[in-house]
Structure formats: structure tokens, C-alpha cells
């Protein structure tokens, strides 16, 4: 029997015109999708408070005479400056109250937090022998960057600042901080609440009571600051407050660690405006990146005590500041940073 070509169906002519509504609809669905997020991104760009440095005036240590050249060029490793600032309204110059320097380690895999104690004696360039804190009220960001580098022999080019202001904002976005608060330490904190929300305008709310309890910023930022109660390692004054600064983004950093990924674009909208910066858009997706990784948090505080002269205490231009041995303390930061060694050791 001969083969019988069959008829054209009579819904072929209307199935293609449907497969082309359907493609035509998905194509549209796609580019508002692309418009909505380039609209957003927009959005959140639109919130950086960007503000580059001068690379070439901060004291970048020249690698071919730098004893740990493999490792201080290491493009792996990151390191951005941070600092808090209690920067009241209309103060043009503010100290930097603290002082941190945050290692984005994709070698070891690893965010490394240092604290750099802010009454640490250094010699600041044009104004002697000076507290840390005093380099950012003296030529703001770009003095910080650059006396950190030649003091420690780094290679940082970025930073990031906040006033306690800001910080507070920062700590309500993640929703807040679990802190275990003994009751010296709820003591002192309220009475930095008072402060900061009589500077802020707001109402006090206080800590009513001790032990652990989820923080708001305000009353995180307080904890943070307080100066005057032996941690529970023994650590008062500064030491103790170092201690607890760290404590602080540690939390903060575990509760942005363990968000779904797809709330960090709104979470990088909240955080933009509040921060002054020199990291550009690319930069913060670039070093984002890590967040999407099993990344263990460390942290260390500088000087240690290994690095104190004597009793640690010296008197320079009538104040009180830390007596440091400050070629022991860089090496002992620049181990831990690169190598990734314990700065504890032998304590």
C-alpha cells in the first residue's frame, strides 16, 4: 500500500502562533526581571558612601626589601582598615575610638579580625609620638591607613568607618546580638545608654537584666564600650573593651554567616548608607564572596601582652598611653595575618 501523505492539521498555523505568545511572554517576563534587578542594584550602589584614598601617600611597604614578600603580596589575603568613630553632630574630626583590621583569607579560608588597642603609643608622621586614635582625628582616613602601614609594615589600601550611631543601625539590621552580660557589665553599659541615646535623640532602653539575652544596637554598642569591668578573663580598662568590640562583630558576623544568601542584597541596602568607604561596588562583591564559603571567624587583639614594656604604661604629652614593643607587636600581627599562626603563644 503506497505510503499517503497525511494533511496539515488545522491547528498547526494556530499552535505555532501560541508557542510564539509563550516565548514572546518569557522573553518579556525576562527583561522586566533584568530591569527590576538592575534597578535594585541601582538602588543599593546608590547608598555607598564612597570615598577613595590616595594609594600613592599610604606608606605601602615596598616588597622587594620586605622580609615576608611571599606573603604581603599575597593577593589571597585582604586587609581592610575599620574604624569607629564618636563623631557627634556637627564635630568635623573625630578620634577613631576603635581601630580593627579585618584579613579576608581565601587561602586559609578563614575572616581574621585584629584589634589595635587606640591608646597604643606610635610614631604618627608630622606629629610625633602619639595614641593610634590620634592619627584619624589628625588627617582622618588616609593618616589611619597610612600609619597602620608603617607602623606594622602592611599593605592595606581600603577602609571602612562608623560611628556608634551607624554601628547601632548596623546591629538592629542582623537583628540584634546574643550577649551574655554579667551585672557589673549591664551597670556600665546603661550608663553609656544614656549617653548615646541623649546624643541620638532617643528613648533610653536599657538592659534590665543580667545574663544572656539577645542586644539591640544600642544596648550592643554600649556593651561595647564599656571601659570600667573586668571581662571574664580578667581583662579590664581598654584590654577588656577590645575584648568585647570583637565579641560584638563576631556575633554580627555569625548571624550574617547563617542568613540565606538571597537576603544579603537588602541587607548590603541597609548597610551602605550607614558606612563611609573606600571599597567601590566590585570590591565588596569581590570579598562578598567568601561569605558563600564554610569560612571560620578568628580573632586576636594587638598589642599582647608579650608585646607591653614593662608595665605597659607611659606618659607622652601629659597622657596616659600604651608602652609598646612595637617590632615584637608587628611581627607577631604580620604572623598572624599571613601565616596564620596563634598570637597567643607562650602567654
Do not use: W
Not at 601582652?305 to 607622652?316: A, H, M, R, T, W
Not at 617590632?327 to 602567654?347: N, V
Request: charged share 25%.
Amino acid at each position: 500500500m503506497p505510503y499517503a501523505a497525511k494533511e496539515p492539521s488545522k491547528t498547526t498555523g494556530s499552535g505555532r502562533q501560541l508557542g510564539l505568545k509563550i516565548f514572546f511572554i518569557i522573553v518579556i517576563v525576562i527583561c522586566l526581571a533584568v530591569v527590576a534587578a538592575v534597578a535594585y542594584i541601582t538602588r543599593i550602589t546608590d547608598g555607598l558612601n564612597y570615598n577613595e584614598l590616595d594609594h600613592t601617600d599610604l606608606g605601602l611597604t615596598d616588597p622587594v626589601n620586605d622580609p615576608l614578600t611571599d606573603d604581603v603580596t599575597d593577593t589571597s589575603i585582604t586587609n581592610i582598615a575599620l574604624f569607629g568613630v564618636d563623631q557627634r553632630e556637627g564635630d568635623s574630626t573625630a578620634r577613631s575610638d576603635t581601630i580593627m583590621i579585618v584579613s579576608v583569607d581565601k587561602r586559609h579560608n578563614k575572616i581574621k579580625l585584629c584589634s589595635i588597642m587606640r591608646d597604643t603609643l606610635v610614631p604618627i608622621e608630622g606629629h610625633d609620638q602619639r595614641k593610634i586614635n590620634s592619627a584619624y582625628f589628625y588627617g582622618g582616613p588616609q593618616l589611619a591607613v597610612k600609619t597602620l602601614n608603617q607602623v606594622f609594615d602592611l599593605n592595606i589600601t581600603e577602609y571602612a568607618t562608623a560611628n556608634f550611631n551607624q554601628m547601632a543601625q548596623m546591629i538592629d539590621a542582623v537583628g540584634g546580638v546574643e550577649i551574655d552580660v554579667t551585672e557589673s557589665e549591664r551597670l556600665q553599659a546603661n550608663i553609656n545608654i544614656k549617653e548615646q541615646s541623649r546624643m541620638a535623640g532617643l528613648s533610653e532602653d536599657y538592659i534590665k537584666t543580667a545574663g544572656l539575652q539577645n542586644l539591640n544596637g544600642t544596648q550592643a554598642v554600649a556593651y561595647a564600650r564599656i571601659r570600667r569591668v573586668q571581662t571574664s578573663e580578667g581583662q579590664g580598662d581598654d584590654f577588656g573593651r577590645t575584648d568585647r568590640q570583637r565579641e560584638v562583630m563576631a556575633k554580627m558576623f555569625d548571624k550574617v554567616e547563617n542568613m540565606n544568601v538571597l537576603q544579603y542584597p537588602e541587607l548590603a541596602r541597609k548597610f551602605l548608607p550607614l558606612v563611609e568607604t573606600s571599597l567601590d561596588m566590585n570590591d565588596l562583591f569581590d570579598l562578598g564572596g567568601i561569605m558563600l564559603r564554610d569560612v571560620e571567624f578568628v580573632e586576636a587583639r594587638f598589642p599582647t601582652n608579650q608585646d607591653l614594656i614593662g608595665n605597659g604604661s607611659i606618659y607622652v604629652h601629659g597622657e596616659q598611653c600604651l608602652n609598646v614593643d612595637l617590632t615584637a607587636m608587628k611581627d607577631r600581627l604580620q604572623a598572624f595575618i599571613y601565616m596564620d599562626t596563634d598570637p597567643y603563644g607562650g602567654e
